[in-house]
């Protein structure tokens, strides 16, 4: 058993008889009452994301979890497949337990998190950011940068990102995978 002094990201617990995994929180005391803690958190059965607040030394069920290196191979439409790269044993998905499924890209590296319980695969957490190819944006008009203009651009994956006026066809740009914002243009 877990408390909400022991609440951080990424933590996995047991709540309505389903399995969250901690994407937010906030401890909060205010100046008259209880302390509590404010938590946004995602369901990695279904991918829906609640809204909760405990209050402070409230008792969770937390999910013992391992964490495996393995990567990512392909998208047949409905799961997504990976590989574990110890023993190189294959798992399948859904979309719903990828955070942004959009920003990941064939032979690259994740993290999976596994219940120790029953061996069910929870979450795929992605690189903190990846370096992807614009594959299509409109060109940029020049005199058009009053403030920190952007413009929609599709990078090698299909996913779409805003990006500054100045990116191009071709070019390699980092991109934030907790937000899927754009970080900045990558030179090699």
Do not use: W
């Not at 609640?50 to 409230?58: E, K, Q, R, V, Y």
């Not at 191979?73 to 294959?90: I, K, R």
């Not at 979450?123 to 009053?146: C, F, Q, R």
Request: proline content about 4%.
């Amino acid at each position: 058993m877990a408390t909400t002094s022991d609440i951080r990201n990424g933590l996995c617990i047991r709540y309505n008889n389903d399995i969250y995994k901690i994407i937010e929180f906030l401890h909060v005391k205010p100046g008259k009452g209880p302390a509590f803690v404010r938590t946004k958190m995602k369901s990695v059965t279904s991918g829906k994301v609640l809204d909760n607040t405990f209050s402070a030394g409230h008792k969770l069920e937390d999910v013992r979890v391992e964490t495996h290196k393995f990567q990512y191979l392909y998208n047949d439409g409905e799961f997504y497949h990976f590989m574990n790269e110890s023993d190189y044993t294959q798992i399948r998905l859904l979309e719903a337990a990828l955070d942004n499924p959009g920003l990941m890209k064939e032979g690259e590296v994740v993290t999976v998190l596994i219940n120790t319980e029953d061996n069910m695969p929870l979450s795929v957490d992605l690189p903190a950011s990846v370096i992807l190819e614009v594959t299509h944006t409109e060109p940029g008009v020049k005199g058009n940068t009053a403030t920190n203009a952007t413009k929609p651009a599709t990078v090698e994956t299909g996913a779409e990102v805003n990006v500054p006026l100045f990116i191009n066809e071709g070019d390699k740009i980092k991109v934030e995978t907790a937000k899927g914002t754009y970080k900045e243009r990558v030179k090699e």
